[in-house]
């Protein structure tokens, strides 16, 4: 007997009815877990950021130089972002050879 004509039969097809029932019933439970925190709760696993700087450096008195720097970072995904700790580090090089002081201030 052939696959199609053993599927024809009434007691095979309620067999094949039933199977395909307990096997629907755990494949809706998965998709249903899979769907509830990406599409309900809207949250995926890792938070995603869009880190900006900037640095900008304004003239004092006596050859002193103010540098501020602004760090700016926004949360672009659905993940709740929590910066536990971060810092900055900036660091001076002295004394300024005269070539080099030259070519930054724009004087050849």
Request: proline residues 5%.
């Amino acid at each position: 007997m052939n696959f199609l004509g053993w599927v024809k039969n009434e007691d095979n097809l309620a067999v094949l009815r039933t199977l395909q029932i307990l096997l629907l019933m755990p494949a809706i439970v998965v998709g249903g877990i899979w769907t509830y925190p990406i599409f309900v709760k809207r949250r995926q696993r890792y938070p995603r950021a869009n880190v900006t700087q900037q640095i900008g450096h304004y003239p004092l008195l006596n050859n002193k130089v103010l540098l501020r720097a602004t760090v700016r970072i926004c949360n672009e995904g659905e993940i709740l972002l929590s910066l536990v700790s971060g810092f900055s580090r900036v660091q001076q090089m002295i004394p300024c050879e005269d070539d080099l002081c030259k070519v930054l201030e724009g004087r050849d």
